[in-house]
């Protein structure tokens, strides 16, 4: 399997090497499909209520907007996004260069496309990593998957 073997950007000289993770499309599409239902929510019942386009699409605009930033700024972003990740517990550098090591205490996979860890770091603090399956190769997608299934049953 190619995935955590290959030669990867975030490789430290004489350790085992990282798993570069890319910005997901998928989970992009998803935010953007649930910012324009929302915004259709919001300009519905503001219309009901109004009866004037103008202050509905107000509404709608700064709906998606507050949406938008929300999810850049909440997770989805770069900054907050890892940009690699090593299977030893789990070791995720930031794109800023910050080094977090925890530990994956659950997980919850959706038909191949997402895997939601649920991961714990040094102080005990949980934190939830959803991995969309388009972040990383097939290989290291399965690996990882596995890894977290092996991890959680651990816990119980």
């Given at each position: ?138 290989g290291t997608f399965r690996q990882l998957a596995v890894l977290a299934r092996r ?6």
């Amino acid at each position: 399997m190619a995935g955590v073997c290959v030669d990867r950007p975030h490789r430290e000289t004489g350790s085992t090497p990282g798993v570069a993770m890319r910005p997901s499309r998928f989970l992009r599409g998803a935010m953007l499909g649930f910012a324009s239902v929302a915004g259709a929510s919001v300009f519905q019942c503001a219309y009901a209520h109004t009866e004037q386009v103008g202050h509905a699409a107000v509404a709608c605009a700064a709906t998606m907007a507050a949406f938008g930033l929300a999810s850049y700024r909440g997770g989805c972003g770069p900054s907050r996004r890892p940009s690699a990740c090593k299977s030893d517990g789990l070791t995720l550098w930031s794109r800023s260069g910050d080094v977090r090591r925890t530990r994956i205490a659950g997980c919850a996979q959706w038909s191949g496309r997402l895997l939601a860890l649920t991961l714990v770091c040094a102080r005990g603090r949980r934190e939830t990593l959803l991995v969309p399956a388009d972040s990383v190769d097939a290989g290291t997608f399965r690996q990882l998957a596995v890894l977290a299934r092996r991890s959680a049953a651990s816990h119980l």
